[in-house]
């Protein structure tokens, strides 16, 4: 089913508007690139079939088009009289688009609707485009910008607390990366782009764990009987994505502080450091379940050896961290 | 050092053989203290020992192949022995970079590594359903008070350009309130002080006893370890605040051992003589004296050393018993007349008795702190004599009295926990003479 002609067009038509709001050296081009994103993106969450998937699709479907009015209509006003609002509304609707904290409510419903791979794609890829141009055009010295910023990583800390979906206490994470993501774009392009290309690493190997095992949520994981090194790679690709030192999801959080520090935004930095300790709690929850297997032991369900691209992954997201350390021996 | 840490990563190739691991932490501890011959202050690429590194490595080694001899039910029982092995081994390698390094930022994320091994040994290999809270407590007080500690060493990085011990104290002073905070509160947490030890009772009693040994014996020391390295930088802030902490420390560690003598299980007992030793640690630290700081290397060392024998004692009594409590175990002397001698020189030594570095270590602390305002004498000495009384309150009330209906069919210590103690205590005795020996 993956590799059907049809999905293969989207597919490619997303890495095309990729390339157009990269390349492009005009906001309008940029928009049709993400106008491109949207239409090409529908047929993927729709390749689940169901009808909450549907119902995810037209709600996707509804907030980006609203989302790229409001980027529309913010380039438009560029060239208006009332020009200090250009920027506002672009980065309002940017904001949209990339889930961030006060208007992340659509994610969670389009996630939990989604397959593992769609939602991937949701949480990372499609992250790309909006955080691209918000880099282009709006900065943390924006008042709004910093709400934003400091929503994204408080909400997405606390609301997932309250979580017990796998996929939501994803989507709840991602919401705090985008809050690290845009900090870091506010400083440049090569530290935002490093985050970004760590964290999709780290949430690739958490994510192919849990579609290997296929866990959408928390109390499935004890019925898993997983094997102790499963466990393991479990655990530590976890304690990677929430930025624990010895891993490599802690070089790109290391390098952002050091930048907010450099520039004493001690605000942002201290929010980041209290809610990563948040975040980790809620990843750790999900850990426990899956360890505590002892009592459990249904050997109907299978435990196969993850295949090997999964290890791959997972020893590059645990050890990356390592191997950088070396450089300081 | 850097040949220790590769060595220490080649062990991982022999996670199936028990003997083997342990034979090779004590070849690694033999070289390393031949090393010893020719030692002074060794500063290679950014691998830099000391006196006070060279000593809590050595315990390290020395620790962890304690642990593992100790743990041999582990393997018995086949709970997972690689996973086990490989978590000590992995440990141990953080450790030694930790102690090793001669950059802030790399021991900071040494010691945030060494977290997660004993998070996974007390979650994995503790006792009741509890040791999830306990291992959660752990892991939560020391990330929670750690985290900042980030920014305050990028603050320091990005001030000074540079955090090599090398440039220690040369570069830029900072009389910043907030970054004296940042920077201790992590340590104070690991130590742990009083008003920030609320963790380690917990994780001590619902932690197996390997993970007991390796955290009263090594971690808490990287606390002591990393506050005398983060002490340079922040001393113009030191001197204002150092009649609160001195205050903390003195009046935290008299709490805590008046706290110790109520507790009903030996382990949480021992946990809190724990919290009281470390208040002078912190008292040394703080008087920032060359006779304090001789006093916080002598107390880490011989802490390290006595804990983990206690630790191990009381491991020892909990796998033949099922219990740790003071009010089951008693009258032991009658059954296991040989580890009678064991609890009786531990506890002694616990107590600071004569022939334990401990002594010499409340010694240096004592003229110290009773030097910076002869009022403190009072404290301290509360401190001393409640140290005595609680280990003899330990070692009456297990070893005397009349029989237990518990324990009718106890053996006494194997050969290996024979041994077991035996190299706790000899180096431990042996390294009176030393101790007072390098630092006067």
Not at chain 1, 58 to 77: D, N
Not at chain 2, 308 to 327: D, K, N, P, Q
Request: hydrophobic share 55%; aromatic share 14%.
């Amino acid at each position: 089913m993956w590799l059907s002609p049809s999905l293969l067009l989207m597919i490619i038509s997303i890495v095309t508007s990729i390339c157009l709001v990269i390349s492009s050296p005009s906001l309008f081009i940029s928009w049709i690139g993400l106008e491109l994103n949207t239409l090409a993106f529908l047929p993927l969450l729709l390749s689940k079939k169901s009808k909450l998937a549907s119902e995810a699709s037209i709600k996707y479907f509804l907030t980006q088009t609203l989302a790229s009015v409001l980027i529309l209509v913010g380039g438009l006003w560029f060239l208006a009289p009332w020009g200090g609002l250009a920027t506002l509304t672009l980065l309002l609707g940017l904001s949209i688009k990339l889930g961030a904290a006060p208007f992340h409510s659509w994610v969670l419903s389009i996630a939990e609707a989604s397959g593992w791979v769609p939602l991937f794609a949701l949480l990372t890829i499609q992250k790309i485009n909006p955080l691209l141009m918000l880099w282009m055009f709006c900065h943390l010295s924006m008042p709004f910008f910093y709400v934003v910023v400091l929503s994204s990583l408080i909400m997405g800390g606390l609301a997932g607390l309250t979580q017990t979906s796998v996929r939501s206490i994803l989507t709840f994470s991602s919401i705090n990366h985008v809050g690290w993501l845009m900090t870091a774009l506010s400083f440049s392009l090569s530290v935002g782009a490093y985050y970004f290309l760590i964290y999709l690493t780290t949430l690739l190997c958490s994510i192919l764990i849990f579609h290997m095992f296929n866990v959408s949520h928390i109390n499935q994981l004890p019925l898993l009987s997983f094997k102790p090194s499963n466990q393991m790679l479990l655990f530590f690709a976890l304690l990677s994505l929430g930025g624990l030192p010895p891993f490599l999801g802690f070089l790109p959080k290391w390098m952002i502080l050091q930048l907010t520090v450099s520039y004493s935004l001690l605000l942002v930095g201290g929010v980041m450091i209290s809610m990563s300790l948040v975040v980790l709690f809620f990843y750790l929850r999900l850990m426990f379940s899956a360890f505590m297997m002892g009592g459990v032991n249904l050997t109907t369900l299978s435990s196969d050896p993850l295949p090997f691209p999964v290890y791959f992954v997972a020893l590059f997201s645990i050890t990356g961290g390592g191997l950088s350390m070396i450089y300081f021996l | 050092m850097l040949k220790f840490i590769l060595m220490g990563s080649c062990m991982t190739l022999f996670f199936s053989n028990w003997g083997v691991a342990v034979t090779l932490l004590f070849f690694m501890a033999f070289v390393f203290g031949v090393g010893m011959s020719g030692f002074g202050l060794g500063l290679v690429n950014l691998i830099q020992v000391d006196l006070m590194s060279y000593f809590l490595s050595y315990l390290s080694i020395w620790i962890l192949a304690m642990m593992i001899m100790m743990s041999f039910y582990v393997k018995d029982h086949k709970s997972f022995p690689e996973v086990f092995l490989g978590l000590g081994v992995g440990m141990l390698i953080f450790l030694l970079v930790s102690f090793g390094t001669s950059d802030l930022l790399m021991y900071y994320i040494a010691f945030e590594t060494t977290l997660i091994p004993i998070f996974l040994l007390v979650m994995g290999w503790g006792y009741q359903p509890e040791r999830i809270s306990a291992s959660y407590f752990l892991l939560f007080y020391t990330l929670a008070a750690s985290l900042p500690l980030l920014l305050g060493i990028l603050w320091v990085n990005f001030t000074d350009c540079s955090l090599d011990y090398f440039f220690l104290g040369q570069g830029a002073q900072f009389s910043n309130p907030i970054l004296f905070w940042l920077m201790l509160l992590a340590f104070l947490v690991k130590l742990p002080v009083y008003f920030g030890h609320l963790w380690l009772p917990k994780a001590h009693v619902e932690a197996p006893v390997a993970g007991s040994m390796i955290l009263a014996g090594v971690l808490l020391k990287l606390g002591g370890y990393g506050m005398v390295r983060v002490v340079p930088y922040i001393e113009l802030s030191l001197s204002e605040f150092s009649s609160f902490l001195m205050s903390v420390s003195l009046v935290g560690g008299v709490t805590a051992s008046v706290i110790c003598i109520r507790q009903t299980d030996c382990k949480s007992l021992v946990a809190y003589s724990s919290v009281a030793h470390m208040a002078l640690v912190l008292l040394g630290v703080v008087i920032n004296s060359s006779v304090g700081l001789a006093g916080v290397v002598t107390i880490m060392i011989s802490h390290g050393l006595c804990s983990s024998g206690l630790f191990s004692l009381v491991g020892m009594i909990y796998e033949r018993m099922g219990t740790r409590s003071i009010i089951l175990i008693r009258s032991l002397i009658t059954l296991a007349p040989l580890s009678t001698l064991w609890w009786f020189l531990f506890a002694i030594s616990n107590m600071a008795a004569p022939p334990s570095p401990n002594l010499l270590g409340e010694i240096y602390l004592f003229i110290s702190s009773i030097g910076w305002w002869g009022g403190s004498s009072l404290l301290v000495g509360g401190l001393s004599f409640m140290a005595g009384a609680y280990n003899l309150f330990l070692f009456v009330s297990t070893q005397h009295g009349t029989d237990s209906f518990l324990s009718n069919s106890m053996g006494d210590c194997s050969f290996r926990e024979h041994l077991v103690l035996f190299l706790h205590m000899a180096p431990f005795i042996l390294l009176f003479p030393v101790l007072s020996h390098l630092f006067l």
